[in-house]
């Protein structure tokens, strides 16, 4: 079925990078996103890539998918205070959004 | 520009009883999503309506129902509600309904909690 899988929880040192790792199963997904949910906020579309690209680079963030395995990353660098929140993997799939559950991100000072 | 919004902020309910969330979308986009988030499930899709009509659900019972006006805008009708149905509910609109890349723009959230 369709499904989308991340870890739950992620704690890093304010300073080091923030590795965010998700599973999906569609290998017909156009399109791959990372939304940002806030504490007591809605989503926010942080990135997304195309799949024909293999790597999407923007300022802090870096995305990488891998097609052959499915697997998608976010990779933030010089992780912040203010990068706190929930992170949500997203793949298009048969004409909706299939979302995953959500990695919390806990920074360490 | 404004973002989607939603009402009410809080909603508390008891069991049984009937609940109706609204969200508006962004002014252009046709299509409203609805989400369900509860703790410690992620989220999960509800229904996507576009041009007044639904064209998905997620697997959900028949109580949880919508609808989407003329101007777009949306209600999610929760009936017999139950304890399970706490959650915080959310609303998406987007611009291309269907198409391959479909960036959706959320709104804050209701908090509905059933006693």
């Known amino acids: 079925g369709e499904d989308v899988e991340q870890s739950l929880f992620l704690s890093v040192r304010e300073g080091d990078s923030s590795v965010i790792n998700c599973t999906y199963t569609?290998?017909?997904?156009?399109?791959l996103y990372w939304y940002k949910q806030e504490p007591g906020a809605g989503l926010q579309l942080l990135t997304y890539?195309?799949?024909?690209?293999d790597m999407k680079q923007d300022q802090r963030l870096t995305v990488l998918l891998n097609k052959k395995d499915k697997h998608l990353s976010l990779r933030i660098a010089d992780t912040q205070t203010g990068d706190s929140a929930i992170y949500f993997c997203a793949e298009t799939s048969s004409d909706k959004i299939i979302f995953g559950k959500g990695t919390r991100l806990h920074i360490l000072p | 520009e404004a973002g989607v919004t939603q009402s009410p902020t809080h909603l508390i309910k008891t069991r049984g009883q009937q609940a109706t969330l609204r969200c508006s979308p962004i002014?252009?986009?046709?299509?409203v999503y609805w989400y369900q988030q509860a703790l410690g499930l992620g989220l999960q899709f509800l229904l996507w309506?576009?041009?007044?009509?639904?064209?998905n659900r997620g697997n959900f019972p028949p109580r949880f129902s919508g609808r989407q006006f003329p101007n777009y805008s949306s209600e999610l009708n929760v009936n017999a509600l139950e304890l399970e149905d706490s959650a915080l509910y959310l609303c998406a609109s987007s611009f291309d309904a269907g198409g391959s890349y479909n960036e959706q723009f959320f709104g804050p959230g209701t908090r509905l909690t059933v006693l």
């Open positions: 890539i195309f799949s024909n690209m």
């Open positions: 569609d290998s017909s997904s156009t399109y």
């Open positions: 309506y576009d041009e007044g009509e639904e064209r």
């Open positions: 002014s252009g986009h046709t299509s």
